[in-house]
């Protein structure tokens, strides 16, 4: 079988049937096109890198040991993008914590801004983390796959098995919130 570039059009369902039948190079491309999605979403929830990382990691190891559960009615992004999401709560739940952004923690910025730019930019990314965090878990995880990972309302629905309005329910009043924190950024 010849060797195939990470970058791949490939439907996820046909990478996942290459996978069962032993290409490790299909989960491969399954790994580089979800990695970045599924560490973003586990950094909100989470609050910093390394664990997010970690949740990440885990992320892709479960898939791998549950690939059997998997129901292909379902979108593999809602079903993977669940256990990352499951992954972060158990984290914080474990470790009976919910940090600020970590001070180095660096978000992606044009590296052709100037210093006070980036800086403005860093400041305005730890706010809005620093308000993400002090929320409560559920307010978080919506705001963050509606806003970050830019999922619909019917896949987060779908993502964290609860009715659709409860998703725009919740989403509401964690933009509520979310306005209240930063009131003060508004033109």
């Given at each position: 079988?010849?060797?195939?570039?990470?970058?791949?059009?490939?439907?996820?369902?046909?990478?996942?049937?290459?996978?069962?039948?032993?290409?490790?190079?299909?989960?491969?491309?399954?790994?580089?096109?979800?990695?970045?999605?599924?560490?973003?979403?586990?950094?909100?929830?989470?609050?910093?890198?390394?664990?997010?990382?970690?949740?990440t990691?885990?992320?892709?190891?479960?898939?791998?040991?549950?690939?059997?559960?998997?129901?292909?009615?379902?979108?593999?992004?809602?079903?993977?993008?669940?256990?990352?999401?499951?992954?972060?709560?158990?984290?914080l739940?474990?470790?009976?914590r919910?940090?600020?952004?970590?001070?180095?923690?660096?978000?992606?910025?044009?590296?052709?801004?100037?210093?006070?730019?980036?800086?403005?930019?860093?400041?305005?990314?730890?706010?809005?983390?620093?308000?993400?965090?002090?929320?409560?878990?559920?307010?978080?995880?919506?705001?963050?796959?509606?806003?970050?990972?830019?999922?619909?309302?019917?896949?987060i629905?779908?993502?964290?098995?609860?009715?659709?309005?409860?998703?725009?329910?919740?989403?509401?009043?964690?933009?509520?919130?979310?306005?209240?924190?930063?009131?003060?950024?508004?033109?």
């Amino acid at each position: 079988m010849s060797p195939r570039v990470l970058e791949s059009d490939e439907p996820d369902l046909a990478l996942l049937a290459r996978f069962r039948q032993g290409d490790r190079s299909a989960f491969a491309v399954l790994v580089s096109r979800y990695q970045k999605p599924l560490f973003n979403a586990a950094f909100r929830v989470v609050g910093n890198a390394s664990d997010a990382a970690d949740v990440t990691q885990v992320v892709f190891l479960r898939t791998v040991e549950r690939l059997d559960d998997y129901d292909t009615k379902y979108k593999f992004f809602s079903w993977i993008y669940r256990i990352a999401v499951n992954e972060s709560i158990d984290l914080l739940r474990r470790t009976n914590r919910e940090e600020p952004l970590e001070e180095d923690a660096d978000f992606a910025s044009p590296e052709s801004a100037g210093p006070e730019s980036h800086y403005e930019s860093q400041q305005l990314s730890d706010r809005v983390q620093r308000a993400l965090m002090s929320m409560k878990t559920d307010h978080r995880i919506v705001l963050t796959l509606r806003h970050f990972s830019e999922l619909s309302y019917q896949e987060i629905s779908t993502i964290l098995a609860i009715d659709e309005k409860t998703v725009k329910s919740r989403l509401f009043e964690a933009r509520q919130r979310m306005a209240a924190q930063l009131g003060d950024l508004r033109p």
